[in-house]
């Protein structure tokens, strides 16, 4: 089992910067890729950023390259979205998640993830 707990969502003005965080705990090793995905109200789930453990290669939603940055710190665990010049469609419930190394791959699905943060609120005003 795999707990992850999220931190660092806000309200900004729309420009701003904002970093989240999402400290992982337990089969650690057990983690082939994380990701993030974020859900608005009346809208479905979807992905943001995913990154591999091993390699950190990572992949991006075009609505958010070359503004967002997906990072990880191996040694403590967490991994991190920093969020530049943010936009008011950025609002949403932000959620990291972790796919087991059992995984066939790492596509930014909902269904292929294993275990989910509680989510962060991200609030972008204009």
């Known amino acids: 089992q795999v707990q992850l707990v999220q931190s660092g969502g806000g309200s900004v003005q729309a420009g701003g910067s904002l970093r989240l965080s999402c400290a992982a705990a337990?089969?650690?090793?057990?983690?082939?890729?994380m990701a993030w995905f974020r859900q608005a109200p009346g809208q479905e789930r979807e992905g943001v950023a995913r990154?591999?453990?091993?390699?950190?290669?990572?992949y991006y939603h075009d609505s958010v390259k070359g503004r967002f940055t997906i990072s990880r710190d191996n040694a403590k665990n967490t991994l991190y979205l920093q969020m530049n010049d943010l936009k008011p469609d950025d609002t949403a419930m932000y959620f990291c998640?972790?796919?087991?190394?059992?995984?066939?791959?790492?596509?930014?699905?909902?269904?292929?993830?294993?275990?989910w943060g509680q989510g962060t609120q991200v609030t972008v005003s204009s």
């Open positions: 998640a972790a796919q087991a190394s059992n995984g066939i791959s790492c596509d930014l699905e909902e269904a292929r993830f294993d275990y």
């Open positions: 337990g089969d650690t090793d057990s983690i082939l890729c």
């Open positions: 990154m591999y453990t091993g390699s950190g290669s990572s």
